[in-house]
T-cell receptor
Framework: EAGVAQSPRYKIIEKRQSVAFWCNPI?????LYWYQQILGQGPKLLIQ????????DSQLPKDRFSAERLKGVDSTLKIQPAKLEDSAVYLC???????????FGPGTRLTVL | AQSVTQLDSHVSVSEGTPVLLRCNYS??????LFWYVQHPNKGLQLLLK??????LVKGINGFEAEFKKSETSFHLTKPSAHMSDAAEYFC????????????FGTGTRLAVRP
């Protein structure tokens, strides 16, 4: 079974630029999550999707961050414009129905200069 | 509110000696508890999960954890450390009442000395 796929693996941008990350969850997993992991900290949930609907985006900085999962499968997370404090690893995870076990992708490491 | 505390930010052990990574949680409800491991530049991998079926949970790579409700603890142990165990370990809690939202601890970095 293929795992959660994310791309790119690494991205370096300058502040005020825009960036987008892509995630393809495990096939059949209805729930998808985006996390932000700042160096030295545990992951923090940004947004949770159930199919193509948003379940929880209470910790998403909506003035600059957006996410979509239009067809209920893959998802994109966008930052526009980026700030220095957005430097982090962005993790995507997915969960099959009927369980609370999340499966994580390898993450995208973003560096904002 | 749910929370989880990992008591040690860094733990260093010699290869072949026991590992103990400590985790305490706060909750008014029965939680699900997890331990995840993160190797450098790798994604988070599930080590083990507690869901009330048994208080002693066995995971992958020889790790296990014991749920102690009276102590609100879920410490991770391994009898004999291997060099490949060097990584960051996260204790995670979730509750059905929170919509299965994961709350991560701050992590414990395990170093294994030859």
């Amino acid at each position: 079974e293929a795992g959660v796929a994310q791309s790119p693996r690494y991205k370096i941008i300058e502040k005020r630029q825009s960036v987008a990350f892509w995630c393809n969850p495990i096939s059949g997993h209805a729930t998808l999550y985006w996390y932000q992991q700042i160096l030295g900290q545990g992951p923090k949930l940004l947004i949770q999707f159930q199919n193509n609907g948003v379940v929880d985006d209470s910790q998403l900085p909506k003035d600059r961050f957006s996410a979509e999962r239009l067809k209920g499968v893959d998802s994109t997370l966008k930052i526009q414009p980026a700030k220095l404090e957005d430097s982090a690893v962005y993790l995507c995870a997915s969960t099959p129905a009927g369980t609370d076990t999340q499966y994580f992708g390898p993450g995208t490491r973003l560096t904002v200069l | 509110a749910q929370s989880v505390t990992q008591l040690d930010s860094h733990v260093s052990v010699s290869e072949g000696t026991p590992v103990l990574l400590r985790c305490n949680y706060s909750s008014s409800y029965s939680p699900s508890l997890f331990w995840y491991v993160q190797h450098p530049n790798k994604g988070l991998q599930l080590l083990l999960k507690y869901t009330s079926a048994a208080t002693l949970v066995k995971g992958i790579n020889g790790f296990e954890a014991e749920f102690k409700k009276s102590e609100t603890s879920f410490h991770l142990t391994k009898p004999s450390a291997h060099m490949s165990d060097a990584a960051e370990y996260f204790c995670v809690v979730t509750f059905k009442s929170s919509g299965d939202k994961l709350t991560f601890g701050t992590g414990t970095r395990l170093a294994v000395r030859p």
